[in-house]
């Protein structure tokens, strides 16, 4: 194939992936409480005007994360565009560029690793696809963390590989920082790898840590506009996020939980996105019976995905040079995580961890990269990646009619041609916004 026939080629496939994902978010998850409440902020803020001073809940009617991002990135595309399915839109966009940014940055990384394999895997799998569709605080995250984590790559002298200028790199963290901060509590995680960043970089010459520093705080600033104004009416305690946070011994037995799930987001994690329980799970199947022979397949893989990772960890060569210092990464993004959660209210749930993600799911590629050098290997990747698209088409087909935005679409549109929010449904007792 002519060079200009496959750009055309990867083009085309890029728009169909975009195409997809949109549509796979708008079959996604609407009817549980929690995507409801989130969607509410934002059409709140539409309906009425006021300023949103807080946004998700973190324990309700008791802890509110402070700041305006989570409202208005559900309540301004409604402002742009007042259909319900405005903010899947934007969702859509940010979680797709981001993503895209992600398989950029890993196929220069890992430059014998199939680029086709890189753009499908992070395109198409079951944590990027499911996550990060849908009006759900957590789905957020995905853009924060891979901004951030391609940032901290990039200063750590370890991981640094020059694709990204340091200043552009201390920007994009300060960005991510702050954009996490206002979405989900695990924001926390992503403090120690920050000041980490920043140390190391006046370890080099303090000249280069102030720019750097000068360059976190430029790109820290416009999301912290959007906290000042929470801060200056209800004080430094806004949110009493501090509650959250006090020593939990029910997780000291979380460790291999924490590393499961994690490695998780780099394997088929199915069972999680077919239902909540096994009824629900089954209930799936006996609708779309042809899923199951898919699924089964796509379980049993995941299974071994994450026993081939845990055993990767103990290779000792590698032909990417920094092989050491990913796979120490990912060791100590577990045992930071591990820390985090012993002072934590809440037990580590997969979506309190994913805002870490990229982290695992690099691990993966460098794991993956020695076996994708085989013809053999490269073809049962791209199977697999079929085997994918097809199963998510049908978790699509049977979500659409049973928990997506159309089982009550009419009352969202409702909500926002008549701009009241009521209609859909109330916040939660005692939230501040």
Request: a positive charge; one cysteine or more.
């Amino acid at each position: 194939m002519r060079p200009e026939a496959r750009r055309w080629l990867f083009v085309a496939l890029l728009a169909c992936a975009l195409l997809f994902r949109l549509g796979f978010g708008l079959c996604g998850q609407f009817q549980d409480a929690d995507t409801k409440q989130i969607y509410l902020l934002g059409l709140k803020f539409y309906a009425t005007g006021a300023w949103p001073y807080f946004g998700p809940d973190v324990l309700f009617g008791e802890i509110q994360l402070p700041g305006a991002l989570q409202a208005l990135l559900v309540g301004l595309p409604l402002h742009v565009l007042p259909l319900a399915e405005a903010p899947y839109v934007l969702l859509g966009l940010v979680s797709y560029a981001t993503l895209c940014l992600f398989a950029w940055y890993c196929c220069r990384r890992l430059p014998r690793l199939p680029r086709w394999f890189v753009w499908g895997w992070l395109l198409t799998s079951p944590w990027t696809l499911n996550l990060s569709t849908v009006i759900y605080n957590p789905s957020y995250m995905l853009a924060g963390g891979i901004l951030f984590f391609v940032g901290a790559l990039e200063l750590f002298p370890f991981t640094r590989r020059g694709l990204v200028p340091a200043w552009l790199a201390n920007a994009s963290m300060g960005f991510a920082l702050l954009w996490s901060m206002q979405l989900h509590m695990s924001w926390v995680v992503l403090a120690p790898y920050a000041v980490a960043a920043l140390l190391l970089q006046f370890k080099e010459g303090i000249s280069l840590g102030l720019k750097a520093l000068a360059w976190f705080a430029l790109g820290a600033a416009p999301l912290a506009a959007l906290l000042v104004p929470t801060y200056l009416k209800y004080g430094p305690a806004a949110g009493a996020t501090a509650q959250s946070v006090r020593f939990n011994p029910e997780n000291l037995s979380a460790l291999w939980g924490i590393l499961t799930r994690t490695l998780s987001f780099a394997s088929f994690e199915v069972p999680r996105f077919l239902g909540a329980h096994t009824g629900e799970r089954l209930a799936v199947v006996k609708e779309q019976p042809w899923l199951a022979p898919l699924a089964l397949f796509l379980v049993a893989l995941g299974v071994v995905q994450v026993a081939a990772l845990i055993g990767s960890w103990f290779l000792r060569t590698h032909a990417q040079k920094d092989w050491r210092a990913i796979k120490y990464l990912a060791l100590f993004n577990v045992l930071l995580l591990y820390a985090s959660f012993l002072f934590s209210i809440k037990p580590p749930q997969s979506n309190h961890l994913y805002v870490t993600l990229p982290v695992p799911v690099l691990y993966a590629f460098y794991c993956w990269e020695r076996l994708l050098a085989r013809p053999r290997w490269r073809g049962f990747a791209a199977a697999v990646l079929v085997c994918g698209v097809l199963f998510h088409v049908g978790v699509a087909a049977y979500n659409f009619s049973h928990i997506s935005l159309y089982v009550d679409r009419r009352a969202v549109q409702t909500a926002i041609d008549e701009r009241n929010y009521h209609i859909l449904g109330e916040r939660r007792p005692g939230s501040r916004y």
